[in-house]
């Protein structure tokens, strides 16, 4: 089991940045960790993986070139970059972690097995 808390979020003008970060609580280094996003009345959507082996990223379309994901295994920490910022950005952030890999379906929520409580991001 392990336990995620994400951190960073808060209220930007539109075209501003934020840098989220998730803090684990144990080793992550194999597992397929990422970003979701819930906007109220929305479903939970995927934004951006990562996967455990080779580092190979996968971003929604709607946030490349904008969002960078990156993690740093020694410090057993995930984090989102988030740049160019819109109004659409806003929403609940998640971080996200399946233990057993990456599946084929990485923007399939239900395939994640561990979730944070989710930091706000208000884009105005």
């Known amino acids: 089991h392990v336990q995620l808390v994400e951190s960073g979020g808060g209220s930007v003008q539109a075209g501003g940045s934020l840098t989220l970060s998730c803090a684990a609580s144990?080793?992550?280094?194999?597992?397929?960790v990422g970003w979701f996003r819930q906007a109220p009345g929305k479903e939970r959507e995927a934004v951006a993986i990562?996967?455990?082996?080779?580092?190979?990223?996968h971003y929604a379309d709607s946030v490349k070139g904008r969002f960078t994901i990156s993690r740093d295994n020694a410090k057993n920490t995930l984090y989102l970059q988030m740049n160019n910022l819109k109004p659409e950005d806003t929403a609940m952030y998640y971080c996200?972690?399946?233990?057993?890999?990456?599946?084929?379906?990485?923007?399939?929520?239900?395939?994640?097995?561990?979730w944070g409580q989710g930091t706000q991001v208000t884009v105005s």
């Open positions: 990562t996967e455990n082996d080779d580092g190979t990223t």
């Open positions: 996200a972690a399946r233990a057993r890999g990456c599946s084929l379906f990485v923007f399939r929520p239900r395939e994640y097995d561990f």
């Open positions: 144990r080793y992550i280094s194999t597992y397929c």
